[in-house]
């Protein structure tokens, strides 16, 4: 019964801004680490960002460090990414999850249990 759902992907020129956006359902939004990750075609698939309960806490992968800009707003059990300067090599499919109430966490796959099934990001050159 747990929901997750991504939107705000879509085609964008290098050095543009995307916002994407996760709504969850069914689980207790708070009380979870939320983390935001991406997969090319091909690729494996990588952890983004992520951030603690109350947001007090973030984390970035080097690749996104300053361009990228995780937020929650648990009222409305709504985690955000905000996107800019955007590159050709942050292209794939963007996946929005959720882990553990335990902080820190690892930002890999298997530290999150709930998926989305993902928002598509084209950035072309």
């Known amino acids: 019964q747990v929901q997750v759902v991504e939107s705000g992907g879509g085609l964008v020129q290098a050095g543009g801004s995307l916002r994407l956006s996760c709504t969850a359902s069914?689980?207790?939004?708070?009380?979870?680490?939320m983390g935001w990750f991406r997969q090319a075609p091909g690729q494996e698939r990588e952890g983004v960002s992520c951030?603690?309960?109350?947001?007090?806490?973030?984390y970035y992968a080097d690749s996104v460090k300053g361009r990228f800009t995780i937020s929650r707003d648990n009222a409305k059990n709504t985690l955000f990414l905000q996107m800019d300067s955007l590159k050709p090599d942050d292209s794939g499919m963007y996946y929005c999850?959720?882990?553990?109430?335990?902080?820190?966490?690892?930002?890999?796959?298997?530290?999150?249990?709930?998926w989305g099934q993902g928002t598509q990001v084209t950035v072309s050159s």
């Open positions: 999850a959720a882990g553990s109430s335990v902080w820190p966490l690892q930002l890999r796959p298997a530290s999150f249990v709930y």
């Open positions: 069914g689980l207790t939004f708070d009380d979870a680490v």
């Open positions: 951030i603690s309960q109350s947001g007090g806490n973030t």
